[in-house]
C-alpha cells in the first residue's frame, strides 16, 4: 500500500500535513477559479467576480475555522489575531510579505534551474502582468479608494505594496501633474550586492509591473522608467519611474 493510503489511520504529523495541503489547494482552486473567469469573461469581469466570490467565500472559510478551533470573530477577524501585541503584528505583517518575495524567488528559480534564464524572465514578466493589477485592487479595496483617484491615490497604493513592506522606497520631485517615486533599498537587489554579484536586469519586468499598477489604480496615469536595473543608477537607488497625468 502506498504511504498514508488509509485516511481513518493517518498518524498526528500526516494529518496535519494533509490539512496544510487542503489549505494550498483552496488557494490554487481559488486563483484558477479566477484565471479562468478573466480568460472567458475578461478582467473586468473577473474582478467583479472576485469581489463578491471572496468576500462570501472568505467569511464561509474563517466562520467555520473558528467554530472548529473554537476562537470568535470580530468583524470577521480572528480575535486571537487582534489580541497580538503590536509589535507581533507588525513582525507578522512584515514576515508575510518576506514570504510572498521568496515564494515569488522560488518560482523564478524552479523555471530558471530547468529551463533557463530567458524563459524565467518571461514568465516572471508575464506574471506581474496578471499580479499587480490584482494587487492594485486589493489596494483600492482595502483603502477604500475611488475608481480614479489620481496621483495621490496611486501614492497611497504604493505605500500599502507588499514590497513596501519590506524595501525602502520614497517620493520626489512633485508637482500638480507629476511625482518620481524611487526605491532607495530593495531586498532582492541588497542580497545580489553582499554577494558580490552585479544587479539583477528587472527592467523589463518592472516596466509590467509600474505600469499595470498604476493604471490599475488609474487608467489616467502615465508610466516612465527613469531608470532600472540594467540601467545605470546612483547610490540612492536602485530604481525611479515618474508618474504622471496629463493636464
Known sequence: MFENSNRETLSKQA????????FH????????????????????????????????????????????????????IPKPLLELPDETMEKLREALAVNWLANDGVWFQAVEFTRGMNDAKRCNDSCWGQFSPFEAWSIKRFLNLPENPGLEGLKQALNFRLYAFINEQSFSHETETSFIFQMNQCRVQNARKRKGLADYPCKSGGLVEYTTFAEAIDPRIKTECISCPPDPHPEE????WRFSIEE
Request: proline share 2%.
Open 15 to 22: 494529518n496535519a500535513r494533509l490539512i496544510l495541503d487542503f
Open 237 to 240: 537607488y536602485f530604481c525611479a
Open 25 to 76: 489547494r483552496t488557494m490554487m482552486h481559488h486563483a484558477l477559479w479566477f484565471a479562468e473567469v478573466q480568460h472567458q469573461l475578461g478582467p473586468e469581469k473577473a474582478f467583479e467576480t472576485l469581489r463578491d466570490a471572496w468576500d462570501k467565500s472568505s467569511s464561509i472559510q474563517m466562520t467555520r475555522i473558528a467554530k472548529t478551533l473554537g476562537f470568535e470573530l470580530e468583524n470577521g
